[in-house]
């Protein structure tokens, strides 16, 4: 399984937009690029995903790199509820397309 | 409410004990999972069904056996567990396995504890 490389913890303050880095340099080209995000005492939740362009909905924006090799979730305005552990995970559809996790971003929003 | 719910959301058992995880998504989806959250550690995928077939065992102990009637329905049955074995146990659904525009959905767990 391909890999990703996250920052252990970030923090920002609330109402400022914040951007979560993932590093996979090994990406492959049918590898495509999800994040998650779990609340406290909750399972995970979907938040966006992308391949090559990038892409928003009502959550967030994703920002994937020309090479790949780097994307970026971009939360346009944290709130204190976006506290939260990000997980970016690259799935393969060609193998099965499993969710392997990662440890994850643990994300502090400050008032 | 995310669609999926798992029953009990707390448990404790004694190692000899015999006890069930019940997950249930309501969501017309085909394909249900197993995840292990253990303390300071990653997610672990545990078993896959697409269409009530296993499609994948992550080299899990026989003592962890699930079993999955049809497709809204999931249960993870326990016997003879480990003190290790105390974790956050996740049921999550999709569409399908491996659908390419096919998140998934995770129910909020069962807490886990052996003694």
């Known amino acids: 399984d391909a890999k990703t490389t996250q920052p252990n913890s970030m923090e920002t303050n609330e109402e400022e937009p914040v951007h979560l880095p993932c590093n996979h340099s090994?990406?492959?080209?049918?590898?495509?690029i999800h994040w998650y995000r779990q609340l406290p005492s909750q399972g995970p939740e979907y938040v966006i995903h992308?391949?090559?362009s990038n892409v928003n909905n009502r959550m967030a924006s994703l920002a994937i790199a020309e090479d790949r090799k780097s994307s970026t979730l971009i939360l346009h305005r944290a709130t204190l509820r976006d506290a939260a552990v990000y997980y970016c995970?690259?799935?393969?559809?060609?193998?099965?397309?499993?969710?392997?996790f990662g440890q994850g971003t643990e994300l502090s929003v400050k008032p | 409410e995310t669609g999926v719910t798992q029953t009990p959301r707390h448990l404790v058992m004694g190692m000899t004990n015999k006890k069930s995880l019940k997950c249930e998504q309501h969501?017309?989806?085909?394909?249900m999972y197993w995840y292990k959250q253990s303390a300071k550690k990653p997610l672990e995928l545990m078993f896959v069904?697409?269409?009530?077939?296993?499609?994948e065992n992550n080299s899990v102990p026989s003592r962890f056996s699930p079993e999955c009637p049809n497709s809204s329905h999931l249960f993870l049955h326990l016997h003879t567990l480990q003190p290790e074995d105390s974790a956050l146990y996740l049921c999550?659904?999709?569409?399908?396995?491996?659908?390419?525009?096919?998140?998934?959905?995770f129910g909020n767990g069962t807490r886990l504890t052996v003694t």
């Open positions: 999550a659904s999709s569409q399908a396995a491996g659908g390419r525009n096919s998140p998934l959905h």
């Open positions: 090994t990406i492959s080209g049918t590898d495509y």
């Open positions: 992308g391949l090559t």
């Open positions: 995970i690259l799935r393969d559809y060609n193998q099965g397309g499993k969710l392997i």
């Open positions: 969501l017309g989806h085909n394909a």
């Open positions: 069904y697409n269409f009530k077939e296993q499609t």
